[in-house]
């Protein structure tokens, strides 16, 4: 038997690009373990997608060797595309077609006789559930039901080697853990599965993790060998004086610390050494590291906003609004013809919080979220924003608003500096307040060096960056953050939450959807939705404190959010 499924020797892979070269990958070696989970973890520009796409045989090596079950991928021998299956990012699902007529395709499209196609189909349906919805076309199914489709369709063959580029991004907590339990009874079956990711708690589901950095091995080990070094530097501290927000940015800056996140009831902490002196009224409780812990340490966490210069104050027209209440929702409705997506959904922001709008996919939260904003008409209730009636005068209202869509709605063909100049113009801005705030603008997000390149060209972080420069560049009231963080890297996020929460404190109200149940315990309040429905809301400990039973004495926001929503519909099913 050969000795890897999957060999990379000297690999070095570089790219042309508007303005030079980027080398993606730099002389890359390690091998794979049969019958293994492999995660693959790393910054954006680490060279992840070029891996997968390498290992694939859609790329080749400019240099070096990969070696697929021992044949090099520079060979034409057709055994390599027959005991791969490979899911890339975006896979290639046709809309207009249904569950059944995708796998349809993909069975003729990888050569297979109809009668090993119907069986393995049959049993890929039972293994995502797929089956009740087999006659479903795929722009109905929800966003995890689209990714377990995607899988199917990757496993036709039944391939030796699985390679999955970032299954999971943008896929809520239930079709995640739905999707992990798929990999599990996969690697049961002796296939061996390499994973991207940018959920710690995923890495360390791994049997071995590879961790890239600009294209080169940081290492290759189990996520024990990984977390081993930081034992007895990690803690969870509080203090009873200050928000956990505070905290965080007084202990981020404090000598010997190297990392500080804010974490359920307090703020964690990576330490570089084990002498600890806390200040006066902190409580410091050893805690065990994770996977999150040996990233930061290993790649290290920039102070980005260290600094910086602010952005101008601009006084924008305010309305006569309650200084508390900054948004207002009761009894909320939305229709699309007879379909009822929102029920009657009520809850307020008050000014400055970080407000959390969680829920499944398919749950209402978009479409709320984007009345919210005035995108969407209001077909029954009240909704005031600022003080503005959203459903009389929501143009007005717009103008105190920035925005940042889970897309990032930015003008690809376009530069940095282009977009921060039509964004800044569609917002008003003119003359010398215009150009000082894009200079601005440019210098505190650290997108000088990116101005001329085009937004299409820029790493998925960088892109973010430039996203909520752009929403920034008005001095909005409130900013609306639809998902943000969705496929970005575990630092870019860190230090997009740094800027979040500076926001905060000064003062501007942010309302959020996330499926990050980390980044929920960023919130100071939150709501949890279900079929258009209002299941729970109030702070991260008063949700989490909802789903503590007898299993679960110390649920996480994870726990809480499937067990809240399984519960409901399981009500639901009980009664309809």
Request: charged residues 25%; contains cysteine.
């Amino acid at each position: 038997m050969v000795g890897s499924p999957l060999q990379f020797l000297d690999v070095a892979k570089k790219f042309k690009r508007s303005k030079g070269e980027v080398q993606a990958l730099q002389r890359l070696s390690f091998h794979l373990a049969y019958g293994q989970i492999i995660g693959l973890l790393g910054p954006d520009g680490a060279g992840k997608s070029t891996l997968m796409r390498m290992a694939a045989g859609l790329l080749l090596p400019d240099s070096g060797q990969v070696l697929v079950f021992g044949i090099d991928t520079f060979s034409p021998d057709n055994r390599i595309q027959s005991q791969i299956g490979f899911m890339p990012q975006r896979f290639g699902l046709y809309e207009d077609l249904t569950v059944q007529e995708n796998l349809d395709l993909y069975s003729d499209l990888q050569g297979l006789n109809k009668e090993e196609s119907q069986k393995r189909q049959q049993e890929l349906l039972a293994l995502t559930a797929l089956d009740p919805f087999s006659k479903r076309y795929a722009r109905a199914l929800s966003g995890g039901m689209k990714q377990k489709l995607g899988l199917a369709c990757a496993l036709l063959r039944s391939p030796r080697l699985l390679l999955l580029d970032e299954p999971t991004v943008g896929v809520d907590p239930i079709a995640r853990r739905e999707l992990w339990e798929i990999i599990k009874a996969l690697k049961e079956e002796g296939t061996t599965i390499l994973i991207s990711t940018a959920y710690f708690d995923e890495v360390e589901r791994c049997d071995e993790v590879i961790l890239l950095h600009e294209g080169q091995l940081l290492g290759q080990k189990t996520p024990g060998e990984f977390l081993s070094p930081l034992s007895n530097h990690t803690y969870l501290v509080n203090r009873k004086d200050s928000s956990r927000r505070q905290l965080q940015e007084e202990l981020r800056f404090r000598q010997g610390v190297i990392d500080a996140r804010i974490f359920t009831e307090g703020v964690r902490v990576l330490c570089m050494d084990l002498q600890i002196h806390p200040a006066s009224g902190e409580n410091w409780v050893p805690v065990p590291p994770t996977f999150e812990d040996a990233f930061v340490s290993l790649l290290g966490q920039k102070n980005v906003l260290a600094d910086s210069p602010e952005l101008p104050t601009r006084i924008l027209p305010r309305h006569e609004i309650n200084p508390e209440v900054v948004i207002e929702v009761n009894e909320l409705k939305h229709f699309f013809g007879t379909f009822e997506a929102v029920k009657g959904v009520s809850f307020q922001v008050r000014k400055g919080q970080i407000f959390g709008l969680l829920g499944a996919n398919g749950a209402g939260k978009t479409t709320t979220f984007r009345m919210l904003c005035g995108l969407l008409p209001v077909s029954a209730g009240i909704l005031r924003v600022a003080g503005v009636d959203m459903r009389r005068a929501s143009t007005s209202a717009r103008a105190l608003m920035g925005y940042v869509s889970q897309k990032f709605s930015l003008y690809g063909n376009l530069s940095c500096n282009q977009n921060l100049s039509f964004f800044s113009a569609a917002y008003g801005l003119k003359g010398k307040e215009r150009r000082q705030r894009i200079d601005c603008a440019l210098q505190e997000f650290q997108l000088s060096d990116y101005r001329d390149v085009n937004t299409d060209d820029l790493p998925l972080g960088i892109k973010q960056r430039l996203a909520l420069a752009c929403a920034l560049l008005h001095d909005p009231l409130i900013l609306f953050l639809d998902e943000p963080t969705s496929g970005v890297d575990p630092l870019a996020r860190r230090e997009f939450w740094q800027r979040v929460n500076g926001l905060a404190e000064g003062g501007v109200t942010i309302l959020i959807t996330t499926h990050f149940m980390d980044e929920a315990e960023y919130c100071d309040n939150l709501v949890l939705m279900s079929r258009g429905e209002v299941l729970a809301q109030g702070s991260p400990v008063e949700i989490r404190s909802k789903a503590r039973n007898d299993v679960c004495s110390q649920p996480s926001m994870e726990d809480a959010f499937i067990y809240l929503i399984q519960e409901h519909e399981a009500v639901i099913r009980r009664f309809s």
